[in-house]
C-alpha cells in the first residue's frame, strides 16, 4: 500500500467529528491494503513506530528535502527505512541518521513529509484510536466488532488480529484464547471527582482500593514457568526476581494475576514512581539494583486461576480466587461499601481514601462489585479517584497543530517564575483545550509572538493558564530538574498578570 493513501486517510479521520464517518475511512482502507501491511497501517495512525525509540528528533527532521512529486513511497519502504534508522549505533550516529532521513524524505511527497516528521516526532493526533481502528478492522473484515474487541482483549494486539482476520476471515477469532503465558492488555479506569461521587455512579455495591504508584504487571505462572509483563505487554521477567520469588511460593498453579510493583522506605512510605521505573527500567546488574532498592508486588486482581478464565467472573467472585492464590500481605488494601446509598458506608470510604493518601498513595480505585474484568478497555465500572493539583503558570512558546489543530497554536510550553524574574520551563501540554480555547489562545498568542519558526511560536511571557497535574516528577530535560505528571489546561487566566503566577519554589514544595 501507497503511503499516500494512509495519509489521505488519516487527514480524512481528523477532519471529521464523526466516529461513523471515521469507521468507515478506516474500513476502506484496511479493505484495500494488504494484510502484512495491515498492522502498520494501524500502528501508523495511531502515531506508533513499532520500532519504538528509533533516535530521530527535531535537529534531524529540520533540514528541509525537497519533496517527491508524484507518491511511490509504500507502507512498507517506511518501515524498512524506520528500521535501518532503529539499528544505527556508534560513531557518526547522527550523520547517518541523518543521510537516511534525507533519502527517505527525498521519496515521499510533501504531503507524505509532513506526516512522517508528525509520526516520528510523536505528533500524530488525528483521532484514529484504537477503539475506532477495531470497528473498522470489524466492517472491513465482515466481522461483529464484539468479537473483534474480546480476541483483541485475550490477544493483546490489535495489529495481530487485523492482519490474521483480514486474511482469513471472522473464523480466524476463534484462535484467540486467554492462555497463561500471553499476556493481555489490562484494565483500565475512569476517573471521578471523588469517592462520593463515584459511589453515587456505581449505584451498586463495590469497593475501595488504594490505588499504588508503582509498574503495573501481569504475573503468569505456568508450573515453574513465571513471566511478568508490564501494562505495555513487555516481558521484564529476569528485572524483577522478587516478583518471580514471590509467585513461586504461591499454592496455585497456571494463574494470572494482576497488580503493581512499589517500594517502601524506611519509614514504610512508597518511594516515588520514578525511583521504581529506573530500577525496572536499568539492565545492570539485577541482584545489586536490588540491593539497593528491593521491590515488592501488590495483587488486586486474577484473570485465570487453575488454567481456567476468571475474566468474566462478578469482581466480589474473582476476589474470593484471589484471595485463595494470594497471601493477604501481597494483597492490595480494600474497604467495601455494600449499600452505596448509606451515609455512613460512604464516610467510611471518604475516611480510606484520606488515610490512603496519609499514607503516601496517589489515590482510589471505586471498583464495582458485580462486573467482569474487561481487559484492554477504560470500563465504567473502575473509577479512580486522585486528589486534584494546580498551578498557574506562564505560557512561554506554543507549537502549531496538526490534524483537526492545523493552524491554530496548542502545544503549550510552561514556565514558572523564577527569582530573578526570569522564567523556568517546566514541560509542555496540549491537554484539555476545547475548540473554543484553542481558537481563543492562537489569537491571544499571534498578538504576543516574537518568533516563529514554523513549527513553534515563542511569545512574550505573558499570558497565564492554570493547569491541573497529578503531581512532580524528576526529570533532566527541563532546567529546573523537574516536570509535571499528567498536565491539562483548565483555564486560561487573562485576568491575572505573569508577576502573580506560581514560583518555581510552590512547584518544587509541590512535590511533598
Known amino acids: ?281 536499568s539492565r545492570v546488574d539485577v541482584n545489586a539494583a536490588r540491593a539497593v532498592l528491593p521491590l515488592s508486588a501488590v495483587f488486586f486482581d486474577v484473570l485465570a486461576a487453575d488454567g481456567a478464565p476468571t475474566l468474566d467472573l462478578p469482581g466480589s467472585e474473582r476476589h474470593t480466587v484471589l484471595a485463595r492464590l494470594v497471601p493477604e500481605p501481597m494483597r492490595v488494601r480494600r474497604a467495601v461499601v455494600e449499600d452505596p446509598a448509606s451515609s455512613q458506608q460512604v464516610a467510611a470510604a471518604e475516611e480510606f481514601f484520606s488515610e490512603t493518601l496519609r499514607r503516601g498513595h496517589e489515590g482510589v480505585l471505586v471498583k464495582a462489585l458485580d462486573a467482569p474484568y474487561v481487559a484492554g478497555r477504560r470500563g465504567r465500572s473502575w473509577l479512580k479517584v486522585k486528589p486534584v493539583h494546580t498551578l498557574d503558570l506562564v505560557v512561554l512558546a506554543a507549537e502549531w497543530g496538526h490534524g483537526r489543530r492545523t493552524g491554530l497554536l496548542s502545544n503549550l510550553h510552561l514556565g514558572a517564575r523564577a527569582a530573578d524574574g526570569t522564567y523556568v520551563m517546566l514541560g509542555k501540554t496540549f491537554k484539555g483545550l476545547t475548540d473554543e480555547m484553542l481558537r481563543w489562545q492562537t489569537q491571544r498568542l499571534r498578538e504576543l509572538a516574537v518568533n516563529d519558526d514554523g513549527f513553534t511560536v515563542t511569545v512574550r511571557p505573558e499570558l497565564v493558564v492554570e493547569i491541573a497535574f497529578d503531581g512532580v516528577q524528576r526529570s533532566p530535560r527541563y532546567p529546573a530538574g523537574v516536570t509535571l505528571r499528567f498536565a491539562r489546561v483548565l483555564r486560561h487566566r487573562p485576568d491575572k498578570p505573569a508577576q502573580q503566577a506560581d514560583t518555581i519554589e510552590q512547584v518544587l514544595d509541590s512535590r511533598g
Open 1 to 281: 500500500m501507497l503511503l499516500a493513501r494512509l495519509v489521505d486517510v488519516s487527514r480524512e479521520v481528523a477532519a471529521t467529528s464523526a466516529r461513523s464517518r471515521k469507521i468507515a475511512a478506516l474500513a476502506g482502507l484496511f479493505a484495500d491494503a494488504q494484510p502484512d501491511d495491515v498492522a502498520l497501517v494501524i500502528s501508523y495512525l495511531a502515531g506508533r513506530v513499532p520500532q519504538g525509540r528509533i533516535g530521530v528528533g527535531w535537529s534531524v527532521l529540520k533540514e528541509a528535502v525537497p519533496p517527491a512529486a508524484v507518491p511511490s513511497l509504500s507502507v512498507a519502504d517506511a518501515d524498512a527505512a524506520f528500521t535501518r534508522l532503529a539499528e544505527i549505533t556508534g560513531s557518526g550516529s547522527q550523520a547517518e541518521r541523518k543521510r537516511l532521513v534525507r533519502e527517505l524524505m527525498a521519496r515521499a511527497t510533501a504531503e507524505e513529509q509532513e506526516f512522517v516528521m508528525r509520526l516520528l516526532m510523536g505528533e500524530v493526533r488525528q483521532g484514529a484510536l484504537d477503539a475506532i481502528a477495531l470497528e473498522g478492522v470489524a466492517q472491513a473484515a465482515g466481522a461483529p466488532a464484539a468479537d473483534v474487541r474480546r480476541a483483541v482483549m485475550l490477544d493483546g494486539s490489535l495489529p495481530r488480529v487485523a492482519r490474521d482476520l483480514l486474511a482469513e476471515g471472522p473464523a480466524a477469532l476463534e484462535r484467540f484464547q486467554l492462555r497463561v503465558g500471553s499476556p493481555v492488555l489490562p484494565m483500565l479506569a475512569h476517573t471521578a471527582k471523588s469517592v462520593t461521587e463515584a459511589v453515587g455512579a456505581l449505584g451498586t455495591a463495590c469497593v475501595v482500593e488504594e490505588k499504588l504508584d508503582g509498574i503495573r504487571v501481569q504475573v503468569h505462572r505456568s508450573g515453574e514457568d513465571i513471566r511478568i509483563y508490564t501494562r505495555s505487554l513487555d516481558d521484564i521477567t529476569d528485572r524483577l526476581p522478587e516478583v518471580t520469588d514471590a509467585a513461586r511460593q504461591m499454592t496455585g498453579d497456571r494463574f494470572i494475576l494482576d497488580g503493581e510493583v512499589i517500594a517502601l522506605d524506611a519509614t514504610g512510605r512508597p518511594v516515588p514512581f520514578q525511583d521504581i521505573a529506573s530500577r525496572v527500567g
